[in-house]
């Protein structure tokens, strides 16, 4: 039989027992929840992680689109403004040519100058002078865009077709137009191929 001492002794087991259980038990469960409570501050954390992420890369992607599109941009800038010079080589050509026809029609001027040639003269001279202002402009702006070597092409080009100009006015004769316009074709070739090279356009 078990007397009352014992009875206390085992009362006291079975709380001990208990109480190491529950001990157990709650320290289980505390440290699971503090690994819930780790694993949720670390989720947020990736959370927050990522979308720091996203956004750099939303950052980025935008600096490249912006850089990719001021490259083409300019690209297309430069383009157009040396088509439009190329054009207004050809508009200074037909006037240059418009102008050799004049003095071929009418000859050397005669000693006794008529007003009738006279002012042939300066309609053919103002003419020519419409025909290569385009030019003047459009290189100008193509100068801001374009490589020295394209500009320095168009110089030498514009450079032939004022000689050539100033050359029929001096000895007032169309010939020398035939003269210089074999010289207009390799200096022409010479300012597409870097214009090609500009644009980075294969011939």
């Not at 320290?27 to 694993?39: D, F, H, I, P, S």
């Amino acid at each position: 039989m078990l007397i009352e001492g014992d009875l206390s002794y085992a009362g006291i087991s079975v709380v001990s027992v208990m109480s190491a259980g529950i001990g157990a038990f709650i320290g289980a469960y505390l440290k699971k929840k503090g690994e819930n409570l780790a694993t949720k501050e670390d989720f947020r954390e990736l959370k927050a992680q990522t979308a720091d992420l996203k956004q750099a890369t939303k950052e980025i992607e935008a600096k490249i689109d912006d850089q990719v599109w001021n490259k083409q941009r300019q690209w297309e800038m430069k383009r157009d403004a040396l088509f439009a010079t190329v054009q207004a080589l050809g508009v200074w050509e037909n006037a240059l040519s418009t102008f050799a026809l004049f003095y071929g029609i009418l000859g050397t001027p005669p000693d006794d100058i008529s007003p009738q040639w006279q002012d042939k003269k300066m309609e053919a001279t103002k003419a020519l002078d419409e025909g290569m202002e385009p030019f003047f402009r459009a290189r100008s702006i193509a100068s801001l865009v374009a490589a020295q070597e394209t500009i320095d092409e168009l110089n030498k080009m514009a450079k032939l077709f004022g000689d050539c100009s100033s050359q029929i006015i001096k000895d007032g004769n169309a010939k020398m137009y035939s003269d210089f316009r074999s010289r207009f074709m390799p200096s022409g070739e010479r300012v597409l191929k870097a214009i090609r090279r500009d644009l980075g356009i294969e011939k």
